[in-house]
């Protein structure tokens, strides 16, 4: 059970008793560094003889120590004290319990007190490991920590001892802390993935990590708020179930009742005028210092300060705002309209230092009306934030919008990314044919790259079927070009014409890519990228990521792998100036993509997997994170891995897709259910992705093509080869030959022996090590060489191709067996055994055995034993070439290769059945 689940039900009563019967039968989930940390603690070697664990209220300090000692401490003799308020008001109140039980004489003094307890305890014992567990560790008196102190000193037990806050921690405590006798371990707040491990507990079901990380953050990562806001999304429906999955509705609101009843301790005692404060704040996200002393006394503020509701900023002048932005969050939610229009009558939000969201919010939701800046400055900021519904909202409050390019290049933005291209589009064409005035700004040029954005996503559902030109909308970027020249000749400052030209190259190379012109995007790029960080290391990390895409998909594989090695450390530096997550993350992920492709999985996998235990700033994360993760393990041939990642996200897809992913998610996913005898499933993927509009990226759309073809053949389809040939064509024509060689080597493991030779010729002119392995297996396939098979099939094992190199493992081995090449088959044998770790002892073999038939295994037993083939023959009245035929049959089923292995693996196999025979009848 998680740290959470402990605060569903109320800790005991002070008491003592033996671990095993006072810990639920739950699991706990997470913190698995700290669990080890504390049973090491344990071990008689250690140094240290227990743990201070440290962390706010409802992050499970309590559960932990409990599961903790459940599997480490099952044979120790507990001590459970908790202290409290009144307990500590009195001498020794945490240990009442046990103070009853002294003789009278033993209670007249501490010292005494202290030998009796220790005693006591000792007996009851009876010789087992003591440990005591101290839950509200900062609420002893005194006289109880120096007991429990003295014992830990004496080692005559151990101590895990839970605070909520350590500088409060008695001065017996502290000085274990500092002689080291004790270590201190903080329980910082619980990652995402561990946030949606206790929330499939706790809904019975998967949730979409989109749906996991958004209540994550609405809870801090703290397992108590999280399973409060988890409810309170899911009563609203901000959270519900389709298809067996928790998603998330972003179009629903919540009024959080249960986090914020879980709140509602850190306001108790606030006057009237400290609450107004706090709802104040929550609507305008701050306020100018000067203007709250004018209605709260300095002291109450100072108090609000120093409980840590409130923090002082400088936005132009001092500024108070909320400490903790999910209290403002949650307080919005119980705000309703009237009383949003009291608060609007007792202090207006000062535009120059509240956030400019939640002042638009604030004041739409109480009927009131938005200026125009307030309207503009509000959309950009909810853009930036990931919220375009809400600066869709913002924007078409301001009645003259379409007069301004700003406020329409917004909305636009807002658009585009909820994936409404078409709407984008006519609101840029609808600007222009209400603003005559032909005044060019920055903007006009920005609204020029977004109306480029918007025919490249018209243009979607069929540039796969056609040439791929960008022809349509390229010329905008002429456009765009020619209005920046005229702005620097007007005197446009040289930064915000720098940064204008880096905003036209990376959209311009988007624009490239997503339609498959592979060899225009890498001659566009590769000067730029060689000029290095003149313009800055993070707009050369996104130029690169579209090279790495452009020389990977084409012919250049080596030199796009090393230029993913090299931009993967800068994409993933949260501490980039000019690099924000909305563009790393994308970009993180095309790299991804791409090194799948040309057959780099290993690479994906370390790239993708080296943030593993920190996850959140820097790290890839939601649905897209989801989506690379199962796409790795469909590359894989990993399909119950894969459909466990891809079945969520393309679930989650389905309620909001803006980047238009859902359509090569489902493809995937059929193939990885078809690969699961889910043939159902998979039909129901690839109808999805037939009625879903296409994504805008060319490779993508590849993609879905590839795993398409491969579903419907496992679905029983006869057209594969002739599909993947047809793919294979248009590739090399396109000049993407990352993609025809994927084809031709599905065509040619699905049995099309007659695409080896193209496959071979394919491969020869790329780079990398993917495209020498399809070199190895052509040559293998094509001439039934088990040779080249294995080479090729070590390869795959290597780079990540688990089923690849399986499939074609299986090939050599049947290839050998079927010309007698027995070395071979003796080798195959061999490495198998060594590369899985089996021993004689395994089950593995016994399940050999007994699939021997009666005469093998008799040949097989007088053959272990030393007798020649000669005499076996004699014995049983047949011939010794029979014989012969028979050990071979033998070594071929037991994966042996003479008749010394064989003599090994049944005398082994002998003693382990006898092993577990006598534990049988010991059992009984």
Known sequence: MSGAHALLAHAPLIQEQAVGKQIQDVPFLGRSGLIQAMADCLKPESAVSGCLVVGDSGTGKSALIRHVLSVYGGAA?????????????????????????????????????????????????????????????????????????????????????????????????????????????????????????????????????????????????????????????????RVKSMDGVWVLDKTRHCTFPRLYAAMAVRLTGLSAGQRELLDLLALSGALPLEQVLERLDSLEVDALQEAGLLQLQHRGAPALSLGDPALGTVLRGQLDSGRRRELLEIMV????????????????????????????????????????????????????????????????????????????????????????????????????????????????????????????????????????????????????????????????????????????????????????????????????SWLCVAWGMSDRQSD???????????????????????????????????????????????????????????????????????????????????????????????????????HTVSAVAAYCAALQGQYERAEEHLRTADAVPATPSWALQRTAAHFTVLAWNLLGSEDAHEALAELAAKDDARGAGAYAVLSLLSAVRLGDTAAAQQLLDTASVLQGRFARLCEDYAKGAAGCDPQQLLLASDAAAAMGHELFARDTGERALEIAAGSGDRATVRFIHRSRRLQSGETENDAEVEDCLRGLTARERVIARQAASGTSNKMIAAELSISVRTVEGHLYQIYSKLHVGSRRELSHLLSASQTGSANQSGAVRGVR
């Open 77 to 237: 003799y507990v001590v459970n004290v908790r202290g409290s308020a009144f307990a500590g008001r009195t001498p020794f109140g945490a240990l009442t319990f046990m103070l009853s039980e002294l003789e009278p004489e033993s209670a007249s003094h501490p010292v005494l007190i202290l030998r009796g307890l220790t005693e006591l305890i000792r007996e009851r014992a009876a010789g087992r490991q003591v440990i005591l567990a101290v839950d509200n560790a900062e609420e002893l008196d005194e006289f109880s920590a120096m007991v429990l102190s003295q014992m830990v000193v004496n080692r005559s037990a151990h101590m895990f001892a839970a605070f909520r806050d350590f500088s409060a921690a008695p001065a017996e405590f502290m000085g274990l802390w500092r002689e080291g006798l004790l270590t201190r371990l903080d329980l910082e707040p619980m990652l995402p993935s561990e946030c949606a491990h206790l929330l499939e507990a706790n809904l019975r079901g998967p949730i979409s990590r989109a749906a996991a990380e958004e209540l994550a953050s609405a809870s801090g990562g703290n397992p108590n708020m999280l399973l409060a806001v988890a409810e309170d999304y899911r009563e609203c429906g």
């Open 560 to 662: 796009a792998h090393e230029l993913a090695a090299a931009l993967w450390p800068i994409l993933t530096d949260v501490h980039q100036p000019d690099l924000d997550e909305g563009q790393a993350a994308p970009a993180q992920a095309r790299i991804l993509h791409v090194l799948m492709v040309t057959g780099a999985l290993d690479a994906a996998a370390d790239f993708l997997y080296q943030d593993a235990g920190t996850e959140g700033d820097g790290s890839l994360g939601g649905t897209l994170r989801e989506v690379c993760e199962g796409m790795l393990h469909a590359f894989a041939g990993r399909g119950a891995a894969a459909i466990a990642l891809l079945h969520p996200a393309a679930t989650q897809l389905a309620v909001f897709d803006p980047d238009g992913l859902q």
């Open 349 to 544: 939000p000062d535009t120059a230092v509240a956030l400019p969201s939640h002042a638009a919010e604030w004041l739409l939701s109480a009927g009131a009306k938005l200026s125009a800046p307030l309207a503009l400055s509000a959309g950009r900021a909810a853009n930036a934030a990931g919220d375009p519904e809400a600066a869709q909202e913002y924007i078409e409050a301001d009645p003259d919008y379409l007069s301004s390019t700003a406020a329409v290049l917004e909305l636009s933005r807002a658009q585009l990314r909820r994936g409404n291209a078409a709407q984008a589009a006519d609101a840029i064409l609808r600007h222009r044919s209400f603003d005559e005035t032909g005044i060019v700004s920055p903007d006009s040029v920005r609204l020029l790259l977004v109306e480029a954005a918007s025919g490249c996503r018209a243009l979607a559902e069929q540039q796969f079927v056609a040439s791929g030109s960008a022809d349509p909308h390229a010329a905008l970027f002429g456009d765009a070009d020619r209005m920046l020249a005229e702005l620097r000749k007007q005197g446009l400052a040289h930064r915000e014409a720098a940064m204008l030209e880096r905003e036209l190259v990376l959209e311009r190379a988007r624009c490239l890519t997503q339609h498959g012109q592979y060899s225009e995007a890498a001659s566009f790029l590769s000067g730029i990228y060689a000029r290095g960080d003149e313009n800055g290391r993070g707009f050369r990390a996104l130029v690169g």
